[in-house]
Every structure is written in structure tokens, then in C-alpha cells.
């Protein structure tokens, strides 16, 4: 089985995008900028947020980040997102999700110019996705339809499930791999938590991609011999043997899996770090402003 290496190719991912800043630096263009806002204390957040701008460092971009506290008003939030959508400076920004609950997720996003949003998260570049047309990929399926191409998975005709509906995740991926296009070209079933008899589904997936958020859900018995499996999921499972009490797991049971598929991402190490340079990858273009 190859296990796909999300991490190595992030790694090398990141040095083909600074050596493009540096050549760009050298040329006397335009640095691309990154800013995140982060409100409250979020630990998972935190991390998510600070991985983000390690990297951005690693590449040679610049980056700010903005920290609001937890009681910060939706007022406070939606000013910060027009002073960055207003700042010639930044070429894109991203708020991280989730908000405190007295924050209306949806007017945050709606807020954000779609120029600048590099999360792809606005109707308006979903829209333009769906139609096919330049636009910011939601970071995590970019991140995913990169790792399918470099790793020259085909997906012309193939059968792909995926596991979850979310607006982040799940629907723009079965969007993405039903798209004419290379990855694309796929037959695409989308399963929630109301489909009936999973299963069914899961065996017959040349290519099955889990973005549920249940731990270790996906069992060997519900994948086809030699599948490719893309496990999304980062869940976190209480341990007691490890020092902080819990570890990381997918929504894919690798260890059940490993002597039946072709190819797999792991756990951490696969999909997460893919989102990252996805978003860099989105800022890179938003520099050049071609979206
Ligand atoms: P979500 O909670 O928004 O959506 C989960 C989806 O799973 C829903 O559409 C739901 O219908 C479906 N679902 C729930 N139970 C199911 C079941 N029993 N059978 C079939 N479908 C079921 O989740 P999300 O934001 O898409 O995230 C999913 C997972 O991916 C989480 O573990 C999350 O932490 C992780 N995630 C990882 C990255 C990354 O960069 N690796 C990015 C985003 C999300």
C-alpha cells in the first residue's frame, strides 16, 4: 500500500512557492500577504491558526494575525473584516471558524470581499466554482484534488464516494471530482447521515474520501480491495498513555485498512497539512490577483 504523504508533499509544495516569493521579491513585485483573525481561545483554533502562519513564513509571504477576545461584539468582527477587505496591503484574509456562538458565522463570511477570500468559503466563489469559472477553492478538497494529481491517482471514470455533505468539506469535494477536468471526471455519490445502508455505497468506491468527524468509523469491511482511501477526518481521542490525554484520529481505521487498499492518507500527516499550502496557494494567486 503507498501511504500518501500529505506531509512531504506540503513540505514540497512549500518550497516551489518560495522559491516563486523569492523570485517575485527579486523582481521587485508584490509580497504576497496573508492576515487571519482569530477570536477567542479555541485551542484547536489556535493551533490551526498558528500552523498557518509558520507557514506563510516558510514561504517567504507576509502574514498578520489578528486576535480579538472571546467576548469581542459581531460589531468588532465585521469592522476588522472591512478594514482588511479595504487594506491594499493584504491580498487575502481568512476569519477562522468556528465563532463564538453570539457571532453569526454566516454574516462574517457574507461579509468578506471575494477577492479576498482565500478560504473560499463565500457564496460567491462556491458559485463560480460550481460553474467552473476562476475562483478560491475551499482549502481542504484543493488541498486534496493537488495530493490526487501529484500523486497521479486517476479519477477519469472512476467511482468516488464521499462521506459527509459539509459546505467546507464534503460538497464542494464531490464538486470538484465531478467537474469535467483533470482530477474530475469522476462518478460521484455523496453519503450523510441519512443515508441509508453506507455500506453499499462504500464497497463500490474506486476512490472513497471520509469527512464525517467519527472516529476510526470507516472499517475494512466497508471499502473494495484496492481502493484509494482519503481520510479527512482529525479527531481527537482521549489516551491517557499519551502526555496530553488524547491523540489524533482519523475517520478511517488505517490500521484495519492498510493490507486491503492501494493507497491511503494517514492521520495526522495526510489531508491536514495539504490544507495549509492550499491556502498559500490561494494567496499566491490572489497576489497576482487572478481571481
Ligand atoms: P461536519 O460536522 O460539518 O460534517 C460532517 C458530515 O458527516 C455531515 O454532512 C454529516 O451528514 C456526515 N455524517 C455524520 N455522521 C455520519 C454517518 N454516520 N454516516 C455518514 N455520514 C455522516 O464536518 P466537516 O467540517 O466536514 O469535518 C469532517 C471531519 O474532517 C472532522 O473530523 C474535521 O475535524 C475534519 N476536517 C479536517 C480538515 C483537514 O484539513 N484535514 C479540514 C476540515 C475538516
Given at each position: ?5 500529505g506531509k ?6 512549500k518550497e ?11 523582481a521587485g513585485?508584490?509580497?504576497p500577504?496573508?492576515?487571519a ?6 485551542p ?5 491558526v498558528?500552523n ?7 514561504c517567504g ?6 486576535r480579538?477576545?472571546?467576548e ?5 468582527v ?17 476569519v477562522q ?8 458565522e ?7 470581499d471575494?477577492?479576498?477570500?482565500v ?11 460550481t ?7 475551499p482549502?481542504?478538497p484543493?488541498?486534496?484534488?493537488e ?10 471514470g472512476?467511482?468516488?464516494?464521499v462521506l ?8 464542494p469535494m464531490?464538486?470538484l471530482?465531478?467537474r469535467?477536468?483533470?482530477p474530475?471526471?469522476a ?12 455500506e453499499a455505497?462504500t464497497?463500490?468506491?474506486?476512490i472513497l474520501?471520509?469527512?464525517?468527524g ?6 475494512a ?6 481502493a484509494?482511501?482519503?481520510?479527512v477526518?482529525?479527531n481527537r ?13 482519523g475517520?478511517?481505521?488505517f490500521a ?10 494517514p492521520?495526522?500527516?495526510g ?6 499550502v492550499?491556502l498559500?496557494?490561494?494567496t ?8
Amino acid at each position: 500500500m503507498i501511504v500518501i504523504d500529505g506531509k512531504g508533499l506540503a513540505k514540497k509544495i512549500k518550497e516551489e512557492l518560495k522559491l516563486e516569493v523569492d523570485a517575485i521579491r527579486s523582481a521587485g513585485g508584490k509580497i504576497p500577504h496573508l492576515a487571519a483573525v482569530l477570536v477567542g481561545e479555541d485551542p484547536a483554533s489556535q493551533v490551526y491558526v498558528r500552523n498557518k502562519v509558520r507557514s506563510c513564513e516558510q514561504c517567504g509571504f507576509g502574514s498578520t494575525l489578528h486576535r480579538l477576545p472571546a467576548e469581542a461584539t459581531e460589531a468588532d468582527v465585521l469592522e476588522l473584516v472591512d478594514q482588511l477587505n479595504r487594506n491594499q496591503e493584504i491580498d487575502g484574509f481568512i476569519v477562522q471558524l468556528p465563532l463564538p456562538k453570539h457571532i453569526n458565522e454566516e454574516k462574517v463570511t457574507l461579509a468578506i470581499d471575494p477577492k479576498k477570500d482565500v478560504d473560499g468559503f463565500h457564496p460567491v466563489n462556491i458559485g463560480r466554482m460550481t460553474l467552473g469559472l476562476p475562483c478560491y477553492l475551499p482549502a481542504t478538497p484543493n488541498g486534496i484534488m493537488e495530493m490526487l494529481s501529484r500523486y497521479e491517482i486517476e479519477t477519469n471514470g472512476k467511482e468516488v464516494v464521499v462521506l459527509g455533505r459539509s459546505n467546507i468539506v464534503g460538497t464542494p469535494m464531490s464538486v470538484l471530482l465531478s467537474r469535467k477536468g483533470n482530477p474530475g471526471n469522476a462518478t460521484v455519490t455523496i453519503c450523510h447521515s441519512r443515508t441509508k445502508d453506507l455500506e453499499a455505497h462504500t464497497r463500490r468506491a474506486d476512490i472513497l474520501i471520509a469527512a464525517i468527524g467519527i472516529p476510526e468509523m470507516v472499517t475494512a469491511d466497508m471499502v473494495k480491495e484496492g481502493a484509494v482511501v482519503i481520510d479527512v477526518g482529525i479527531n481527537r481521542v482521549d489516551d491517557d498513555s499519551r502526555e496530553r490525554g488524547y491523540r489524533l484520529a482519523g475517520d478511517v481505521d488505517f490500521a484495519g485498512l492498510k493490507n486491503k487498499v492501494s493507497a491511503m492518507t494517514p492521520v495526522p500527516g495526510g489531508v491536514g497539512p495539504m490544507t495549509v499550502v492550499s491556502l498559500l496557494m490561494n494567496t499566491l494567486k490572489a497576489s497576482k490577483g487572478i481571481v
